[in-house]
């Protein structure tokens, strides 16, 4: 158990729908990243936050969008699903930006 | 920008075998390399890192990885596998300086056979 959690385990939903997903760091840790791992793509970066700000963007669409709150829990936002959103989605949590990051279990989310 | 290539997609071996996977990098700058691992249906896990200093790097459950610089590779090594190895494994790298993502490689599928 990393102390990284993720909810839900699994999300089912039909093209163009609006999904949350959440994750809850481990205790002190200040950075939140979180990445998408599907077949063709492998596992990307999409976007990381630190203490409520974010610090970094990678391959992440107009459609997703994330936040941290004070709590420093982070939600990621995917709007107008379409298919091949389909993936398993990955939050991590690190003190800093140069300290090992520590995965959750992931969101398996199907659209369907 | 960084770049990772895992040479290998599915690698079988027999228990208590020994195993090597394989990673090159590309990167014009310096880099710190990562080895982790994916069980199914769970996230993944660090199990070695190369930051500085000594090119052979020793990880958790046994594995081991050699940096080297001129070849630009970070192959990870294990003497004699378990059935409980089998899982995917991915190389990660990153700048060693600033905050910049990881970089993950496709991944490597180790089934080890009984």
């Known amino acids: 158990d990393s102390g990284v959690t993720q909810t839900p385990k699994h999300l089912i939903t039909a093209t163009g729908q609006r999904v949350t997903l959440r994750c809850s760091p481990r205790?002190?840790?200040?950075?939140v990243y979180w990445y998408q791992q599907s077949l063709d793509q492998g596992l990307q970066f999409l976007i990381q936050?630190?203490?409520?700000?974010?610090?970094a963007k990678g391959n992440i669409l107009e459609r997703f969008s994330a936040q941290q709150f004070p709590d420093l829990h982070s939600e990621l936002n995917l709007s107008s699903l379409e298919l091949g959103d389909s993936a398993l989605y990955f939050c991590?949590?690190?003190?800093?930006?140069?300290?090992?990051?520590?995965f959750g279990p992931g969101t398996r989310l199907t659209v369907t | 920008a960084q770049s990772v290539t895992q040479l290998d997609s599915q690698v079988p071996v027999f228990e208590e075998a020994p195993v090597e996977l394989r990673c090159n990098y590309s990167?014009?700058?310096?880099?710190?390399l990562f080895w982790y691992v994916q069980y199914p249906n769970q996230g993944l896990q660090l199990l070695l890192k190369y930051l500085s200093g000594s090119t052979l790097v020793k990880g958790i459950n046994g594995f081991e990885a050699e940096f080297n610089k001129s070849q630009t590779s970070f192959h990870l090594r294990k003497p004699s596998v378990h059935i409980s190895d089998t899982a995917e494994y991915f190389c990660?790298?990153?700048?060693?300086?600033?905050?910049?993502?990881?970089?993950f490689g496709k991944g490597t599928r180790l089934s080890v056979i009984a």
């Open positions: 991590a949590s690190s003190v800093n930006y140069l300290a090992e990051q520590y």
């Open positions: 205790s002190g840790d200040l950075s």
């Open positions: 990167s014009s700058v310096s880099v710190y």
């Open positions: 936050y630190y203490n409520g700000e974010e610090r």
């Open positions: 990660a790298v990153r700048r060693n300086s600033g905050n910049t993502p990881l970089v």
